[in-house]
């Protein structure tokens, strides 16, 4: 049967989890390494090479700043109704474009000088696939 999300599993790859990406795209964690495939690229890391998985839920500074702006901003409408609104505005995009970035995902590996960084959907049903995956990897190397 063929793959029709566009991830490039292996002939007899175990597949532990498929789960879609909120600005477009895939992940899938099988037994042997965590593909993301985004709008533009397909990106494989085998769990031997990963060093750390981190998870940023929201950037509660950047969420602070922006609402100390709007606040700013509602202030400054009653002494200039220009700037101010522009201080609301600035703060409000600011806001949003912090909620759209909430539940980073972050794969370090080894082999790669940036980070693989990526927005699912569902990020607990994915770190606890991630976790068991790379928890037996683990184990094998420790056996081996």
């Known amino acids: 049967m063929p793959d029709r999300s566009g991830l490039d599993l292996g002939q007899g790859e175990r597949l532990h989890y498929r789960g879609a990406l909120r600005h477009?795209?895939?992940v899938a964690v099988t037994e042997d390494r965590v593909l993301v495939q985004s709008a533009d690229e397909l990106v494989s890391?085998?769990?031997e090479n990963v060093s750390e998985v981190s998870h940023e839920q929201f950037d509660w500074f950047i969420g602070l700043i922006s609402a100390v702006l709007v606040a700013f901003g509602v202030y400054g409408l009653t002494q200039n109704p220009l700037v101010g609104a522009f201080f609301v505005l600035a703060g409000l995009w600011s806001l949003q474009r912090s909620y759209r970035h909430r539940d980073l995902v972050r794969v370090h590996a080894h082999n790669r000088p940036k980070p693989i960084e990526f927005y699912p959907e569902d990020v607990d049903d994915l770190y606890a696939a991630l976790e068991v995956a790379?928890?037996?990897v683990r184990e094998k190397q420790a056996e081996d």
């Open 24 to 26: 477009g795209g895939d």
């Open 134 to 136: 790379i928890e037996t």
């Open 45 to 47: 890391v085998p769990y």
